[in-house]
DNA sequence: GAAGCTTGTTAACGACCGTTAACATCTGAC
DNA sequence: GTCAGATGTTAACGGTCGTTAACAAGCTTC
């Protein structure tokens, strides 16, 4: 019962509180007593809910894995290449504003997950950037792919830049400046 | 005598080893043991060098943070701004793409610096900050200053996205791309 | 060659961690 | 009203961690 993809309420505020720890202090920063303590729960109340620490960051990073991907398979499915680039930034851009923390864990967390999670995750985040990559061969087809590749990296470590820069900009200006240097740096 | 700031062969070695086991497995995931075993040594045997685990990690992101101001002051002292980018560019890149190990640390771990030296760090992470703001001040006098840190605090992010992209390009490629994306995101 | 400093070792400490067991309480179904 | 399931608690487990103590071996100096 503790076992498989079961959505309840407990659950997901479960989720929710471990984002918030791991992207602070870390997997191993963070204790199963702290992470029950910040729900106003004991640890050992966790196991009701998960098989143990690392299945919940397996499943948090799978969840975030799969929306990422999901979302830019459909964005980058448009037909103007141009546009489907700007509809992955916007996609990418708004995730990572709206989720510092998720976007922080899954950022540097993937070694602490365990088999076989680990490897879907690795696949999936694959399956993402390859859409990126297709939507800019589309539109520099004289680019060799390693080093499409290599761009589409860093411009994921340019976006992702967000939940550490304290920035005294607005919301809508910090999606603004992201767009454009993503794209600047991308199309350059 | 194991308390100042006293260079000796052992002392760098066991912070080059602590530098690549916490930027693999993080600070708290990196035990005493681990580190001392990664040179031949008993966890204990570190007791002699360094007051604890945590002046190791002290020590470490003192030095990477004090390396990257300085050399930064010096690059961007050129009488002309886009040259001074250029350098201020060329250097951080080359430090990254030289030492992946100390760029993810030096993003990661502050947190688990002590203070006072986590005060220290970040003083002088500002003040390395500041050296491309006011280059970039320069170069485009009309752009908001808040507008312009986070420009700088995401372009951080694409550099030192490297240590994760381990990708095909040789490393005056991968260089040159960087150098490329960044130039034009912050002048987008 | 004795003394002392340096740099290791092994053994042991107290604390904390992830996890499990045993038990309590509440809720809904019949 | 009782039973069963879900969800919480406290207590206890074995293991690991950072650190310290006690001791040993080698080098240098006089």
Redesign the interface.
């Known amino acids: 019962m503790t076992d498989a993809r079961q959505a309840s309420p407990r659950r997901a505020e479960i989720l929710a509180a471990a984002a918030d720890l791991f992207a602070?202090?870390?997997?191993?920063?963070t204790s199963i007593g702290d992470l029950g303590g910040a729900l106003g729960l004991t640890g050992p109340a966790l196991y009701r809910h998960f098989r143990g620490k690392e299945a919940v960051l397996a499943e948090m990073l799978v969840d975030i894995s799969e929306r990422l991907r999901d979302e830019g398979v459909r964005r980058a499915a448009a037909s103007d290449a141009s546009a489907a680039l700007d509809a992955l930034l916007d996609w990418h851009i708004s995730f990572a504003l709206d989720n510092p923390a998720l976007i922080t864990v899954h950022?540097?967390e993937l070694?602490?997950v365990p088999e076989p999670q680990r490897h879907q995750v690795r696949r999936v985040q694959r399956a993402y950037v390859e859409e990126w990559v297709a939507v800019l061969r589309r539109l520099r087809p004289d680019e060799p792919e390693?080093?499409i590749?290599?761009?589409v990296?860093?411009?994921?470590?340019?976006?992702?830049?967000?939940p550490?820069?304290a920035?005294?900009?607005s919301r809508p200006?910090?999606a603004e400046?992201?767009h454009?240097?993503?794209?600047?740096?991308?199309?350059?």
Chains 1, 2 share one sequence.
């Open positions: 602070r202090r870390g997997f191993h920063g950022e540097r070694d602490n390693p080093r590749r290599a761009a990296h860093a411009c994921f470590g340019l976006l992702n830049s967000t550490y820069s920035t005294g900009l200006a910090m400046l992201l454009a240097m993503g794209r600047a740096a991308l199309c350059c």
